[in-house]
T-cell receptor, first 111, second 116 residues
Framework: DGGITQSPKYLFRKEGQNVTLSCEQN?????MYWYRQDPGQGLRLIYY???????QKGDIAEGYSVSREKKESFPLTVTSAQKNPTAFYLC??????????FGDGTRLSIL | AQTVTQSQPEMSVQEAETVTLSCTYD???????LFWYKQPPSRQMILVIR??????QNATENRFSVNFQKAAKSFSLKISDSQLGDAAMYFC?????????????FGKGTLLTVNP
């Protein structure tokens, strides 16, 4: 079955540490997205990529970085510059005018 | 910039009853899509219904229907014959149909409780 796989499901970060969240899709979608979800805030766009080797900042990109070396993969790194990283992170993908498909998310917490 | 507003942080409904969730949006564009997503306690985002702005007919998916008022920039979701499994956070979302980035703008969500 086609879909989006996010891993790990839960992740803990120590102070000063960078952590990477994985997002893999087998839907052959060109565009991929990373969202952050906080209570009462809805989903906010961190980064997005429309094609391989290209990506753009979303609304809250500070303290995050991404890469898009393969069509299937769009990993998100939460750097030590992100002072409030505790949140639920969702990855999504789409092709053309289809609705976005979402992964099951990663919960990131501070140790 | 586009904005999406969901004015009801929480709503409740009795099982088998009907409930309507509100959503308003602001855009200067004439061609766009609107969506309702459901997020149950599992946190998975599930597409409920989609509306193209150029279509005057309101979208319907089984027990879910929308009331799309383009001039008023309103996009409410009606859930008929509510079931316990409908309990979830519901998000309204907007996407401009032009360009190629397909970005979604979300409202802050409405938490729906279904009482037995």
């Amino acid at each position: 079955d086609g879909g989006i796989t996010q891993s790990p499901k839960y992740l803990f970060r120590k102070e000063g540490q960078n952590v990477t969240l994985s997002c893999e899709q087998n839907l052959n979608h060109d565009a991929m997205y990373w969202y952050r979800q906080d209570p009462g805030q809805g989903l906010r766009l961190i980064y997005y990529s429309q094609i391989v080797n290209d990506f753009q900042k979303g609304d809250i990109a500070e303290g995050y970085s991404v890469s898009r070396e393969k069509k299937e993969s769009f990993p998100l790194t939460v750097t030590s510059a992100q002072k409030n990283p505790t949140a639920f992170y969702l990855c999504a993908s789409t092709a053309g005018y289809q609705p976005q498909h979402f992964g099951d998310g990663t919960r990131l917490s501070i140790l | 910039a586009q904005t999406v507003t969901q004015s009801q942080p929480e709503m409740s409904v009795q099982e088998a009853e009907t409930v309507t969730l509100s959503c308003t949006y602001d855009t200067s564009e004439s061609d766009y899509y609107l969506f309702w997503y459901k997020q149950p306690p599992s946190r998975q985002m599930i597409l409920v219904i989609r509306q193209e702005a150029y279509k005057q007919q309101n979208a319907t998916e089984n027990r879910f229907s929308v009331n799309f008022q383009k001039a008023a920039k309103s996009f409410s979701l009606k859930i008929s014959d509510s079931q316990l499994g409908d309990a979830a956070m519901y998000f309204c979302a907007y996407r401009y149909s032009g360009g190629s980035n397909y970005k979604l703008t979300f409202g802050k969500g409405t938490l729906l409780t279904v009482n037995p």
